[in-house]
């Protein structure tokens, strides 16, 4: 009886030892349980962050893509004015041209009206010459 009482003994305490292995694994377990609950809830919660940001990327391609479209507003129009003021430069430098034609023009005038007042003076002579009183 006594063998058995020993084998009893050396049941109960290998009873004891897998009752407390299997406090320790479920303790574990829970562990590993909360770690996972933790990292499901951190996963979530950057899957609710990507799903706040997309919008803000989309609104940021929106405006990325209206700025590309208003650049080329602006380089067309730059392009534009520096044609216009072309043009601008080409009108003045003819009109500056017509205004030098003009004034060598007027000279001329101004030097035939000379040469005819002396013409016309020195025909008033001859004809004062040739009256008769």
């Given amino acids: 009886m006594h063998e058995i009482s020993r084998v009893v003994?050396?049941?109960?305490?290998e009873s004891r030892i897998i009752i407390d292995s299997s406090k320790d694994m479920n303790l574990e377990i829970e562990e590993q349980k909360e770690k996972l609950y933790q990292t499901i809830n951190s996963f979530k919660n950057m899957s609710?962050?990507?799903?706040?940001i997309i919008p803000k990327i989309?609104?940021?391609?929106?405006?990325?893509?209206?700025?590309k479209l208003k650049k080329n507003d602006v380089i067309d129009s730059i392009a534009n004015v520096t044609a216009i003021s072309e043009e601008l430069a080409a009108s003045t430098?003819?009109?500056s041209a017509t205004a030098s034609e003009f004034k060598e023009s007027s000279m001329r005038i101004d030097t035939i009206s000379k040469k005819l007042e002396e013409l016309i003076g020195k025909l008033l002579?001859?004809?004062n010459e040739f009256r008769v009183d």
Avoid at 9 to 13: A, F, G, Q
Avoid at 48 to 52: E, F, L, Q, Y
Avoid at 59 to 64: G, R, T, V
């Fill in 93 to 95: 430098e003819e009109v």
């Fill in 125 to 127: 002579e001859e004809a």
């Fill in 58 to 67: 989309v609104e940021i391609q929106s405006l990325s893509d209206e700025n």
């Fill in 9 to 13: 003994d050396e049941i109960l305490n």
């Fill in 48 to 52: 609710d962050s990507i799903k706040d």
